[in-house]
């Protein structure tokens, strides 16, 4: 996965370099909830029981990825996946109070309504999909 465009003999506009910025910072929020999902409320079980919490941070890892390169179908299936996400926290959240699904709804609040709604992203992910 490269991080910088394919250069096609333009450089990028400003809001395609904001848009990066932010997706790079919403694919790092995701993947620090995602580890600390994993990590902190997962302490106390058994090893094999942890196999769904990496394979949802290989879905994840796999999920970034396909974002990256542009797709339209992907960007809005990671959006959900997000606000589904969301969601499993506050209703963990108000089931039983915990202060780690207060950090994780907020995350995902946050990372969700950064890559649904950001000019920049979409302008960013269509040159993606444009320079290949």
């Not at 394919?6 to 694919?27: A, D, I, P, Q």
């Not at 094999?48 to 542009?70: A, F, K, P």
Request: aromatic share 16%; with cysteine.
């Amino acid at each position: 996965m490269e991080f910088a465009p394919k250069s096609s003999g333009s450089e990028m506009t400003k809001t395609e370099k904001r848009g990066r910025n932010l997706l790079l910072f919403v694919f790092a929020l995701t993947i620090v909830a995602d580890v600390f999902l994993t990590v902190v409320l997962g302490q106390g079980k058994r090893f094999d029981e942890m196999w769904r919490s990496l394979g949802r941070n290989c879905l994840t890892l796999g999920g970034i990825y396909v974002v990256w390169t542009g797709l339209s179908w992907a960007h809005w299936l990671m959006v959900a996946m997000i606000f589904f996400a969301c969601f499993t926290a506050v209703w963990f959240l108000i089931a039983r109070f915990q202060p780690q699904f207060v950090f994780l709804a907020v995350a995902f609040l946050t990372a969700g309504r950064i890559l649904a709604f950001s000019k920049g992203i979409t302008t960013f992910l269509t040159s993606q999909q444009n320079r290949k």
